[in-house]
């Protein structure tokens, strides 16, 4: 198989372990790294990513981007004249978790390049990551399989992958929105204890999942915000449950900046769920 080159936009906890198994596989990684934090470019160059310029990116085999969905746009239109000049288009594979909406915005600036776009939807933690396919051009992103990657392309058009992440972040950390919430709510009022001990008698599967993954958010709420902006967007303002993401957006964006109530939330569900 011949060696694949791979463009990497973004070298955060997610990006950083892609970038590993990919390297791991004997492709070469390639990354910018200009204007990225000096933690950023030391995860990068421990995963065996090397810096280059936007023009080596877009003539990568493949370009895979795993930023904030907030930059999600802003980072395609950055690519977007250094693929419109390349002589050989990659594939542009944007992993991000963004509604099909923005999903089929950025399509239409990698499309404006000549460039095939697929979109794509990563499920999983950095160590163990999933990657879904939609759309086209997905077939043609399968042979990452072959580089380190877990992959699944479905049988779905550009936004599918994207409707997938929305459904399952929806799912996931909307519950932990909702335990972290109730569980501010009843310490502030005296019946945290009486709280946690009611469900750990009476849902003691949601006890422990909750007990495993809220104390594991406060240092990725920031990034939730834009994700729960984004599912809010994915189900649409006709429907009025699409302000439960609204205020997930906000609960999330409250505990970026709340060392207080986050730590409240560690001993809540950490210690007294060990």
Known sequence: MTRLTIALLGAGSMGSAVGRALSA?????????????AASAARAKDAGMQDASLAELAACDFILSIVPPAVAV???ERLAPA?????????????NAISPETA???ARTVDATGAPF?????????STPKFYLSGPHAARAAVLGDAG?????????????????????????GLAAIGSAMSLAAMRN?????????????QPELAAWLSSN?????????????????IAAFIGDAYPEHRIYEGAAGLYGRLANDKTATDALIDFFGKRGQ
């Open 25 to 37: 596989s004997g492709a070469r990684v390639l990354t910018t790294l200009e204007g990225r934090s």
């Open 74 to 76: 802003q980072s395609a």
């Open 83 to 95: 693929l419109t000049q390349a002589d050989r288009k990659a594939v542009f594979v944007d992993c």
């Open 104 to 106: 089929a915005t950025i």
């Open 118 to 126: 697929v979109d794509a939807a990563i499920i999983g933690l950095p």
């Open 149 to 173: 990657l877990n992959v699944r392309v479905l049988d779905g058009p550009i936004g599918a992958a994207s409707a997938l992440k929305m459904s399952y972040a929806g799912v996931t950390k």
């Open 190 to 202: 005296g019946a945290g204890d009486a709280l946690f001990d009611e469900l750990r008698e009476s």
């Open 214 to 230: 809220v104390p594991r958010m406060p240092p990725k709420a920031y990034r939730w915000v834009a994700e729960m902006e984004e």
